[in-house]
Each structure stands twice: as C-alpha cells, then as structure tokens.
C-alpha cells in the first residue's frame, strides 16, 4: 500500500521510488542471469551512436524485450509488486510492452534527455516506466536524471544530441534552469515514472562500476493504440490484449519565450525512425 506522501510526490513530480521492493536474493539472480545471457551473445539491440573503437557498449549492449524470449524477463515484466503500484498509481490495470536490460559498465555514455511516449505512442494517456536498480546507482555511475512535473508537457520536438555524452543522438531541450533530480537508489529499489517525464542518464564515469537496471515498460489500462514496436501488449494476467498501432506521425511542442517565461507552443510535427525504446 502506498502512503499519501507518496502519491502526492507520483502527482507533483511524475515518479516515484519505492525503496526495497525487490529483495538483495532476487536482484542477486537477476543480475547473474542477465551477465550469463550477455556471456553467451543473446539477442541484444547493437544500436549504438556513433560508437569508438572500444566502447564499452558494444561489449555490453542493452537487451530489449527479452520477455519475449526470457522467461526470467516476462516473470518480473508481470510481477504483482509493479502491477498493484502502478494500478494504485493510475487506478487503473496497465498492459504491458516492453522490458529492457541496460548493463551500462565502467566508462559507458549515458542516455539524452528524453521522454519515453515519444517511442511508445500510447494513446489515449500515456506509457509507464518501472525501472529497477540492480547495482547502486548515483551520479559517478550514471543514475536516472528527472524533470520534476514534466509529466504534465506534452511531447517536444526532438534535437540532435551530444553523442559524446549519449549512445542515443536525440534528446529534448529543457529551458535553462530547469530543475534536474538525480534518481540515486539502492539494488532493489523501483522507480516508477510517467512516459511524458523527461528523463535520461549520465555517463557511468566510474572505472570499476557497472550500472545495471531492469526496466519495465506498460500503457495505462485504456489505451487503444501503441507503436508499432511494442505488440503484443499483455495484459498483467500474461494474456495478450489487441491494440490498434498508433500514427508514426506525431504533433509535437517547441520552447518559446513569452514576455521572460518559456512554454510550449504546439507547432511541430515528427516522425518516429527509431525502432525501439
Ligand atoms: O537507464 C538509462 O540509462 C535510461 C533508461 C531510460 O531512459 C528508460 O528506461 O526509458
């Protein structure tokens, strides 16, 4: 059961952490599993921008969608844990889509700003995160970084991003001064947020650190439509659910400045390239 103050923080800010919902024992297995499919060469997304000579990430990929083949995967993808605190944090029964497994080792590039229903084109409403943190994660490792009450923006118009600092090549402007949160968490710890929340990663400037996380990825309950990457979406029950498959085409929002204060003007328009999220 979560507490008002949590649901007040999932209401101003757009996420929340839930401390300790899986034990050290699970994350232990999770994170021996997802090393032994990397040992073995699994299925994993080799879209890395502009990539060195050496990049960790071509060691290291990040898996994605692994519940389609990984029992392991779907298992946690359907945990009651996520289930009840997203259906307590929307009031209502997500689908779920996607899972991904990031490995982010030791001198890894971070991921740009970004909002997630830019790829998941859930609609009506929106997509939600649940990401897990298998190793301690904070700002010398490459935590999650969020724009408190961006949950209520709508989609931006994407940028070229640095890929010096991100293995993605877009991201979204945020106005000068905008607060950051650095998401630091502890093996275990969840962090649930809403798919409008601009969010990304640093880089892991650690040398001996890997920066591990589980993520989850669902559409709120009464959505008809997702991008075309993420069907089937099941149902938290593992039955598979038929939703329509959304416009690759979408409105999106820039940044003006209106007599000192920005906001955003609806007059963009883009379309999704990118396979997956
Ligand atoms: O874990 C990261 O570095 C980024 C993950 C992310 O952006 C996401 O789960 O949507």
Excluded at 86 to 115: C, D, I, N, S, W
Excluded at 199 to 204: C, T, V
Aim: proline share 6%; aromatic share 10%.
């Amino acid at each position: 059961m979560l507490t008002e103050e949590q649901k007040q923080t999932w209401q101003e800010k757009g996420y929340l952490i839930l401390r300790g919902l899986f034990s050290p024992a699970e994350v232990d297995f999770y994170r021996d599993h997802f090393m032994a499919l990397n040992a073995q060469g699994a299925q994993a997304s080799r879209s890395v921008a502009e990539p060195k000579p050496g990049d960790p990430l071509l060691k290291y990929p990040r898996m994605i969608h692994m519940h389609r083949w990984d029992k392991a995967s779907l298992d946690w993808m359907l945990d009651k844990r996520i289930r009840d605190t997203m259906v307590e944090l929307v009031g209502k029964e997500p689908y779920a889509v996607q899972t991904m497994f990031y490995f982010k080792p030791a001198g890894a590039r971070g991921q740009a700003l970004h909002q997630d229903n830019y790829y998941l084109r859930a609609q009506p409403g929106t997509c939600i995160a649940a990401w897990m943190a298998v190793d301690r994660c904070d700002e010398a490792n490459g935590c999650l970084q969020l724009v408190p009450g961006s949950q209520n923006w709508p989609l931006l118009c994407t940028i070229k991003a640095d890929t010096r600092e991100s293995f993605t090549d877009i991201t979204v402007p945020i106005p000068e001064g905008t607060p950051v949160e650095s998401a630091v968490m502890e093996p275990g710890d969840v962090l649930f947020f809403n798919g409008a929340v601009v969010h990304g990663s640093l880089a892991n400037r650690t040398t001996d650190r890997f920066r591990r996380s589980l993520i989850g990825h669902y559409v709120e309950g009464d959505a008809q439509q997702v991008g075309k990457w993420y069907h089937p979406a099941l149902r938290m029950d593992g039955t598979r659910i038929e939703l329509e498959t959304s416009p690759d085409g979408m409105k999106c929002g820039t940044w003006v400045d209106e007599d000192g204060v920005e906001r955003i003007e609806m007059t963009g328009f883009e379309m999704v390239e990118k396979a997956s999220e």
